[in-house]
């Protein structure tokens, strides 16, 4: 059983910072990448920010010079410093990972249940 569990959602203005952590726990033999996705009310989900576990990161072209995204490997955690919010920055956010289980031939996907990141005008 795989757990992905997400801290740091919550309310700020415009122009402040947050930030996000999701740690995997469980039974994980490797883990490809880890990163964050957003949905806002009425749209589709969206990638925020991906880090793999060699240290590769993307970013989607609205949060770039904005947001960091960062790893501890050995704690199997993921982190996303979010600076200089934006009202269209709220959203639900959800942590994503690409691993495999030791019982595993395949990598899965697993999401975290999401976590609310309002930022108000």
């Known amino acids: 059983q795989v757990q992905l569990v997400e801290s740091g959602g919550g309310l700020v203005q415009a122009g402040g910072s947050l930030r996000l952590s999701c740690a995997a726990s469980?039974?994980?033999?490797?883990?490809?990448?880890m990163g964050w996705y957003r949905q806002a009310p009425g749209k589709q989900r969206e990638l925020v920010a991906r880090?793999?576990?060699?240290?590769?990161?993307n970013y989607a072209d609205s949060v770039k010079g904005r947001f960091s995204i960062s790893g501890d490997n050995p704690k199997n955690t993921v982190y996303l410093q979010m600076n200089s919010l934006k009202p269209e920055d709220t959203a639900v956010y959800y942590c994503?990972?690409?691993?495999?289980?030791?019982?595993?031939?395949?990598?899965?996907?697993?999401w975290g249940q999401g976590t609310q990141v309002t930022v108000s005008s």
């Open positions: 994503n990972a690409l691993l495999k289980p030791p019982w595993a031939v395949y990598e899965y996907e697993y």
């Open positions: 469980g039974s994980i033999f490797s883990i490809n990448h």
């Open positions: 880090i793999t576990s060699g240290g590769i990161t």
